[in-house]
């Protein structure tokens, strides 16, 4: 069987170095591994849609954006398929089918569909299609008979959902959809990257975020800023890891060969830990050096940008050629579905001879 990846991101925003150590650098290596046939990067719109219906223009204006840090990234399109998911009208429709499979408490136990529902304070106003939008996932994924989604943590609740529901289809219509496979991150602190005030997730709103559009010095601000360690107040005191940002940082960006460059007091990070605890070392030399190390990793990111914004018109046909590749698949997947569930009626030369026989005697 072939090995074929999708993943993707809502269009709300720019994405941030929160979604670059989450997911989106896993993808760059994931594509350049030579592992996979088929890599397929959605831009989700339509999901983006299920919280923004009223604020179009937001998710309109930002499919250029994701699509401009995807690229700048790394994510190659002669390697990878990028596609906008709004124009793969197949979604829709085994979204529709694979709803008769889910029941609404089965929804509601979900553990992510409820962490979201609490997040955006929705309570009983809740969106039908955000409420479903673990179904339309599955669609999303089973479109493109993906066997490996990579996510975070938190997402699988999601992919179980999609297994659950890849199960109860070919019990009941024949084996028909691939499962998919979760791919965590490797890397501990790539699970969840807090915001630059401590808080447990970057969000636009509240203004902690760092994106990888952002210029240098406004990198450094944001780095200089950072919430670290509340009772570290001289120099000599000791110091806490645990819930200090800036070493959560470190430990997602931070590699050995950069501390001959930029902080050579030390050999690796585990080194600046142990200074840090015991005391003696200040917030100020170990946000000097996070900053230097975002600044390396993200220079090439903004300077790759840069020369794809000079072609906005060849970006959009990169994701016109992509949504139409994906289409294709997609179609392939929604024959195969209406074939199992039989309502295929035009395609169906047998159903067609069976009941002109029937009522011809």
């Known amino acids: ?33 030579g592992e996979y046939s088929k890599i397929f990067i959605m831009i989700a719109d339509a999901q983006a849609l299920t919280d923004n219906a009223e604020n179009p223009e937001k998710v309109r204006q930002n499919i250029i954006e994701v699509a401009l840090d995807y690229l700048s990234a790394g994510l190659d399109p002669q390697k990878s398929t990028i596609l906008i998911q709004s124009q793969i009208p197949e979604l829709c429709e085994l979204s529709f089918y694979y709803m008769n499979l889910v029941t ?43 066997t490996t989604v990579p996510v975070g943590e938190d997402q699988m609740p999601m992919l179980e959902q999609t297994r659950e529901i890849v199960h109860k289809f070919n019990s ?24 630059t005030d401590g808080m447990a997730k970057m969000s636009k709103s509240l203004g902690n975020c760092i994106y990888l559009s952002d210029p240098e010095d406004e990198v450094k601000k944001k780095v200089m800023s950072m919430y670290t360690d509340p009772e570290h107040l001289q120099v000599s005191d000791p110091g806490h890891l645990e819930g200090n940002t800036v070493f959560t940082y470190l430990d997602a960006f931070s590699k050995d060969d950069m501390f001959a460059e930029y902080c050579p007091d030390y050999s690796c990070l585990d080194e600046m830990k142990e200074h840090y605890q015991r005391g003696g070392l200040g917030d100020v030399k170990v946000k000097k050096f996070l900053n230097n190390v975002l600044q390396e990793t993200l220079a090439p990111i903004r300077a790759s940008r840069a020369e794809w914004e000079k072609d906005i018109p060849g970006v959009y046909e990169i994701l ?35 009941q002109s026989e029937r009522f011809s005697k």
């Open 1 to 33: 069987m072939e090995k074929i990846i999708l993943t993707g991101d809502r269009p709300t925003g720019r994405l941030h170095v929160g979604h670059y150590v989450g997911s989106l650098r896993r993808r760059v290596e994931l594509q350049n591994s």
């Open 104 to 146: 609404v408490s089965r929804l509601q136990r979900n553990p992510t569909v409820k962490s979201e529902i609490q997040m955006r304070n929705f309570e009983a106003s809740i969106p039908v299609g955000f409420f479903t939008y673990p179904i339309s996932q599955a669609a999303d994924i089973t479109a493109f008979k993906a």
């Open 172 to 195: 009941v219509y024949g084996d028909t959809l691939v499962e998919p496979n979760i791919l965590l991150p490797d890397n501990k602190a790539c699970m969840r990257l807090p915001g």
């Open 320 to 354: 016109k050629k992509g949504s139409e590749e994906a289409e294709k698949v997609a179609a392939e997947t929604l024959s195969d579905v209406k074939n199992a569930m039989k309502i295929n009626y035009f395609e169906d030369k047998a159903l067609i001879t069976e």
